[in-house]
C-alpha cells in the first residue's frame, strides 16, 4: 500500500462534499437520503485511511459500528418516507410544509 | 507510481464520477444504481488499505442489504420520477456556494493538520482481517457491540410501528 494518508482524505472530503450538495440540491426524499449514506460512507473512508497510517485497528471496530448504525438509520428513514408518502402521496421535500399529518 | 497508486486514482475517478451521476440523474431508480457502484469501488479502496474484514461488510450490508431496501421502497411508492421545478431559485447556486466553502474548509484543514503524506507504519500480515477485527470487538467493544443489537430491534420495531399505523387506522 504505497497512496498516501492526504489523497484518501481528499478523495474522502470529495464525496463528502457531493453528498452535501445532494441534500441540499434534490427534491427527492430518496436520493437527498442516498446523498447522506453517501456522506456517511466518505466518513467511514478517512476513518479506515487513518487507521491504516497509524496501524490502528481500533478505527476498523469504528466503522463497524457506523454501519450498523446506518443500518439502523435507514430502516427508520425509510419508513417515515413511507409514511409521508402515505399521507401526502408525493416525497418531494417541498410538498412536506405542515407539522400535521 | 506504484501499481497501488494506479489501482488507487482509477478506482477514485471512478468513485467520484458514480457519486456525480447519482446526484444528476432525474431517475431514482439510477441514483440508487450509481450509489451501488460508488459503495463497490469503495469497497475496493478498503481493500486496499487492508480492511478486508470492513470491505466484506460494505458489500454485503451496504451494497447488499441497504440499497436493496432502497431500491424496494422506490418500487413500492412508484417514486421514480418526482422532481419538480425548485420552488426557490437561489438555491442551487447558493447550495453550490456552501458546498464550495465547505470542501475548500476541508482541504485547509488537511493542508494545515496533521495527516502525514507518507502511507504509515507497516503492519502485520493479518491487520484488519476478519478474526483481528473480531478478537478486538469481542473483548474490548463487545458492550458497544451488544447495544448495537439492541439499537438494530429497536429500529426494526419503529420500522414496522410507522409503517403499520396508517394502514390499521383505515382498518378500523
Known amino acids: ?101 | 507510481m506504484t501499481t497501488d497508486m494506479w489501482i488507487f486514482l482509477g478506482l477514485a475517478l471512478v468513485a467520484v464520477w458514480a457519486a456525480v451521476c447519482m446526484l444528476i440523474s432525474r431517475s431514482a431508480v439510477y441514483s440508487a444504481l450509481f450509489l451501488v457502484l460508488n459503495f463497490l469501488t469503495i469497497a475496493v479502496v478498503f481493500l486496499l488499505l487492508q480492511a478486508a474484514f470492513i470491505a466484506l461488510v460494505q458489500v454485503t450490508v451496504y451494497a447488499g442489504a441497504i440499497m436493496v431496501l432502497f431500491l424496494f421502497v422506490i418500487m413500492l411508492l412508484g417514486a421514480e420520477r418526482v422532481e419538480t421545478t425548485p420552488s426557490l431559485p437561489w438555491q442551487a447556486p447558493v447550495a453550490v456556494a456552501i458546498t464550495t466553502v465547505l470542501f475548500g474548509l476541508m482541504v485547509l484543514a488537511l493542508l494545515t493538520g496533521q495527516a502525514g503524506a507518507a502511507p504509515g507504519v507497516e503492519v502485520a500480515a493479518g491487520f484488519g482481517s476478519p478474526q483481528a477485527v473480531g478478537e478486538l470487538l469481542f473483548s474490548d467493544f463487545l458492550l458497544p457491540f451488544e447495544v448495537t443489537s439492541i439499537l438494530l430491534l429497536a429500529a426494526m420495531i419503529g420500522a414496522i410501528v410507522l409503517t403499520r399505523r396508517e394502514r390499521s387506522r383505515e382498518a378500523s
Open chain 1, 1 to 101: 500500500m504505497n497512496v498516501p494518508t492526504d489523497y484518501l482524505v481528499i478523495l474522502s472530503a470529495i464525496l463528502f462534499a457531493i453528498g452535501v450538495l445532494g441534500v441540499l440540491t434534490r427534491r427527492n426524499a430518496i436520493v437527498m437520503f442516498m446523498s447522506v449514506e453517501l456522506m456517511l460512507n466518505a466518513a467511514n473512508l478517512a476513518l479506515i485511511a487513518f487507521a491504516r497510517e497509524r496501524g490502528e485497528i481500533v478505527g476498523h471496530i469504528f466503522v463497524f459500528f457506523i454501519i450498523g448504525v446506518a443500518a439502523a438509520e435507514v430502516a427508520v428513514g425509510l419508513a417515515l418516507i413511507v409514511a409521508i408518502f402515505k399521507t401526502k402521496r408525493s416525497i418531494d421535500i417541498d410538498q412536506v410544509r405542515g407539522l400535521r399529518g
